[in-house]
């Protein structure tokens, strides 16, 4: 054995990770890749907006930008804990990049970033965890002392809601998109 060879056995290849945010939604624990998310912001005044979806919490004014904001725990119907209306200090709002649309969703907290191997990512279980639908969830990794589920979160809408989304702004007073600007200065 040469010298090449045993740098070769000793030096492995660097497997694949991923980073990922991780946060609650009641008293579950999600992640999601970090290259999704745009920014964190605290929860601002949200303007409702009638006849919209329940899970549709309103829309912000995020820098000359209308973005519709969406409650995650109504979103994947888990029903313990509080919800948007008993927000706790740590509750925010991840901005997402979703197939070149911006949308916020609401989560109870934002615990931290986290790089896991691809490799410790295990394909979702039979049974989902709190009722959360297969659909949306595309792993889960076993932490030290949890389960972090991975949401794909170009899944978490149908065609008709993106749809539905991409209207937002026409719904608000004055129907276009700059009235509603306006409207949420």
Request: no cysteine; net charge negative.
């Amino acid at each position: 054995m040469n010298g090449r060879d045993y740098t070769r056995r000793a030096a492995p290849e660097a497997e694949q990770q991923i980073q990922m945010i991780s946060f609650t939604v009641a008293p579950e624990q999600f992640g999601l890749e970090i290259l999704m998310v745009k920014e964190i912001i605290m929860i601002p005044d949200i303007t409702k907006i009638p006849n919209a979806p329940d899970f549709v919490e309103g829309v912000i004014n995020l820098r000359g930008n209308i973005i519709p904001i969406l409650d995650l725990r109504k979103r994947l119907r888990i029903r313990s804990g509080p919800g948007v209306e008993g927000q706790k200090t740590g509750t925010r709002i991840l901005v997402v990049e979703i197939d070149e649309n911006t949308t916020g969703f609401i989560v109870d907290t934002v615990l931290k970033v986290l790089t896991v191997p691809l490799s410790r990512i295990l394909p979702p279980p039979d049974i989902i965890v709190a009722g959360v639908q297969s659909q949306y969830i595309s792993g889960v990794v076993h932490l030290d002392d949890s389960i972090l589920v991975v949401l794909d979160f170009r899944r978490i809408l149908t065609i008709e809601e993106q749809t539905v989304l991409e209207q937002v702004p026409t719904m608000l007073p004055g129907g276009t998109e700059r009235q509603a600007k306006e409207h949420l200065r």
